[in-house]
Structure formats: C-alpha cells, structure tokens
C-alpha cells in the first residue's frame, strides 16, 4: 500500500534541534515534490517547505528561513526536514505531503487540485 509516514517529532527545549523524516512506501519519492505542513491548535494548516523533484528547488516559509532545512535522500526513499532554533511558535503537528505536481521555488509552491499522500503527522513541542 502506497503511503508516507513522519517520523522525529519530540519534545525539546527553546533553542534546541530535530530532525524530522518522511519516508515513502509503495512507491518511489523522487519522482515526487514534498512538502511539510504544520498545523497549530486552534491555528490553520500552514505550508512551510517542499522540495521540488525535477530541479531540486525549494521553499521555506519566511518565519523558518534560516532555521529549517528540507533535502531529500533518495537512497532511502526519504526526506527531511532539519529544524534549528526551534521556538515555542514552533509547536504544531507536523505533516509531509506527496505529489507528482508539487512544485517549489525560493518565492511559492504550487500544486494541482490536491496532494495525493498525505502523513499522519508527528508532533513537535518547544518547551522549556
């Protein structure tokens, strides 16, 4: 069966570091653009990073640039997301999506009408 799975979510102190990876099964990611979502309570579903499969291009949203990492290992059919200085507003569950139209420049992403696999999310608490 086709899906993706999160994985690397904790708790962790203001200042701290972790690594998050989504892992394919079914198929293969690199024909795939990822992304990772967020989704804070009571806040909405927010996009902040992808990485496009064709060129390699990727997008960070402005509040984690500089801080976050997205790069794909196709060897292990997984992509991470690499996330220093972690703040308190970084607390949300945090989500990876696939799909073959996902594209990701420095400036947006894009997509068609959905994304087709989507984690179960893993969450990520900044806490002291």
């Known amino acids: 069966q086709e899906h993706v799975v999160e994985s690397g979510g904790g708790l962790v102190q203001p200042g701290g570091s972790l690594r998050l990876s989504c892992t394919a099964s079914?198929?293969?990611?690199?024909?795939?653009?990822i992304g990772w979502f967020r989704q804070a309570p009571g806040k909405e579903r927010e996009g902040i990073s992808c990485?496009?499969?064709?060129?390699?291009?990727?997008y960070y949203t402005e509040s984690v640039k500089g801080r976050f990492t997205i790069s794909r290992d196709n060897a292990k059919n997984t992509v991470y997301l690499q996330m220093n200085s972690l703040e308190p507003e970084d607390t949300a569950v945090y989500y990876c999506?696939?799909?073959?139209?996902?594209?990701?420049?420095?400036?947006?992403?894009?997509?068609?009408?959905?994304?087709?696999?989507w984690g179960q999310g893993t969450q990520v608490t900044v806490s002291s």
């Open positions: 999506a696939a799909d073959r139209s996902l594209r990701c420049s420095s400036g947006t992403y894009y997509y068609g009408a959905s994304l087709r696999f």
């Open positions: 079914g198929f293969t990611l690199d024909a795939y653009g």
């Open positions: 990485i496009s499969s064709s060129d390699g291009g990727t």
